[in-house]
């Protein structure tokens, strides 16, 4: 997938909509990027492309915790490792069970420790200016690979019909 930049918080939300209606049971993507790059709006994105309830509130669980979002498609697992410090915190936490399941798990700061198992979606968001992010995908194995690609296409066809 080529790099995308987004010009407002809207329109990285929308990329992150589009994911959510493509993804997949056990999609398990990896958000990376500085604080304020835009993680937790990216969740937000996701949640609502997979149909959780515009009333459901997505936030990073604070502590420990794993917040999940029911009421859409699929669950959705949501975990924030910035302010873990080992890695049997990780295991205490239960993400690895998650991440093993069949719900979709979207993991901020996920570059902090090894989660994200053999196959996932890493998406990093970079700040390029006040209102401005590039976003890059990446797939490390065949199932997000697949969701990369319906992905694509789905914002393909959104950006053609905004043209
Ligand atoms: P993170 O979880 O990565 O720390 P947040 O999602 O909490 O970041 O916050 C991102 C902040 O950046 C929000 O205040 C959002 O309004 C702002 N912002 C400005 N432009 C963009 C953009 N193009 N994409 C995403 N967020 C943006
Ligand atoms: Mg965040």
Redesign the pocket.
């Known amino acids: 997938m080529k790099p995308m930049t ?4 809207a ?3 929308d990329v992150a909509e589009h994911l959510g209606r493509v993804a997949a049971p056990g999609t398990v993507v990896g ?1 990376v ?10 969740v ?1 994105g996701l949640a609502r492309g997979l149909g959780v309830p515009a009333d459901v509130r997505v936030v ?1 669980p604070t502590f420990t915790l794993i917040n999940e979002y029911g009421g859409g498609r699929l669950p959705l697992y949501h975990a924030d490792l910035y302010r873990l410090e080992r890695r049997d915190e990780v295991d205490d936490i239960g993400l690895d069970e998650v991440v093993r399941g069949d719900g979709v798990v979207a993991i ?1 700061w996920a570059d902090r420790f090894d989660v994200l198992g053999a196959d996932a979606l890493i998406v990093r ?1 970079r ?1 390029t200016g ?4 590039v976003i890059e995908v990446d797939a490390t194995g065949p199932a997000a690979r697949a969701v990369a690609d319906a992905w694509a296409d789905a914002l393909a066809a959104a950006w053609i019909e905004r043209a």
């Open positions: 987004t010009r407002s918080p329109e990285t939300a958000l990027g500085d604080l304020g790059a835009g993680k937790t709006l990216f937000q990073s901020e968001l700040t006040a209102t401005e992010r």
